[in-house]
């Protein structure tokens, strides 16, 4: 009866930690909002959405004998309206393939980590390969081999410590392209995955909870940064990639915007020549907005550009009945991102606020 009861008040300590992380967060969240309903509100669906995303893959998708790839991406640091994300659990004692086709990703990122976002280590890239250096089948089909052992063609590499695959669709037109098709499969032949082991519950538990309270910290530390320069647009300071690294071809540049009712911020540039750019809003908390039914970023397929090149992107909180509106779907302040894929030179981007009236 003693070790029952011991084993109890264990389960139910940690159960009061995981509480305790996720009640720790939302007042992390709540004490770094803005002064209005509607943000705090915002700040509490996002601790909400971290934890809903965590849970998944520290307990339902950990055990990386499963090759479960999911496709559904919480919202963090700007996530790219144009990107469809998808990730999965691995482990460098399992080789992996990945087959795909295309369809209308017009590019394509695959890459392997370690550590993690949230934790002392970070999120560091061991591997990664672009659509570009992909060799396809006859059919335009493709398949990548993910392993510790080096492959002959599409090879993704493993390192020791590898726990994670991470995969990024440039799909420009999300409203009417269709993303690639993907199968996650492990082919060495391995145990199947292993029933539930509650120690490893509690751990993953523990994780998740810790994940969320951390993450809110790490990207509240970014918001602060870009208020900081505030409707100016610089570089991504490399100390923030340090703890969470992406697609190594991206140049990632970021900015804050607050506007009244009847202000416009302004962002002019040359484009350069490179495979793939985009200009994008999001809220607060550096959460996409809502891209499927507002206009919330342009790309280099979707912007209008004027004569010589250039492109003038407005971001207004109303229609202000010019080309390349960003629509700001309700919100007051926000977010911005800036990145460039493949490009040798970096345009300076100049930005200015007005009003609607003086606008032209």
Known sequence: MAKHEATQAAD??????FCDQLRAAGHQALEAAPD??????????????????????TLEDADPALARLNLESPKIGLDNPDYVYGSARLSSAFEYRLRGRANDAALFGVGTYSGGLGTPKGLINDGYLSSNDFVYEEDGSFVIAISRERREKNWLPMEEGTNQ????????????????????????????????????FLGGLARAGGMVRAVVGQFLAWTEAFREHAHEIRELDPKFL?????????RYFYSYWDLA??????????????????????????????????????????????????????????????????DTAGHERGGL??????????????TRVVKLGELG
């Not at 145990?191 to 082991?197: K, T």
């Open 165 to 200: 695959l991470q995969v990024r669709q440039t799909v420009l037109r999300r409203r009417s392209d269709t993303p690639a098709e993907l199968v996650l499969v492990r082919v060495d032949g391995g145990a199947p995955p292993a029933p539930l082991d509650p120690e490893r």
């Open 261 to 326: 009712e009847d202000e416009v911020m302004v962002i002019e540039f040359t484009p350069p020549v490179c495979d793939y750019w985009n200009l994008q809003i999001g809220n607060h908390w550096l959460e996409s907005l809502d891209h499927l039914h507002y206009d919330t970023h342009v790309n280099h397929a979707t912007v209008q550009s004027e004569d010589d090149g250039s492109v003038r992107i407005v971001i207004a909180r109303r229609d202000p009945g010019v080309a390349n509106w960003l």
């Open 242 to 250: 340090t703890f969470a690294q992406g697609d190594p071809n991206t």
């Open 337 to 350: 991102a800036l990145r460039f894929v493949g490009a040798k030179e970096i345009p300076e981007a100049a």
């Open 36 to 57: 209005n309903a509607f943000d705090r509100a915002e700040g509490l669906r996002y601790v909400t959405r971290l934890a809903r995303a965590f849970m998944r893959s």
């Open 12 to 17: 139910t300590e940690a159960w009061d930690a």
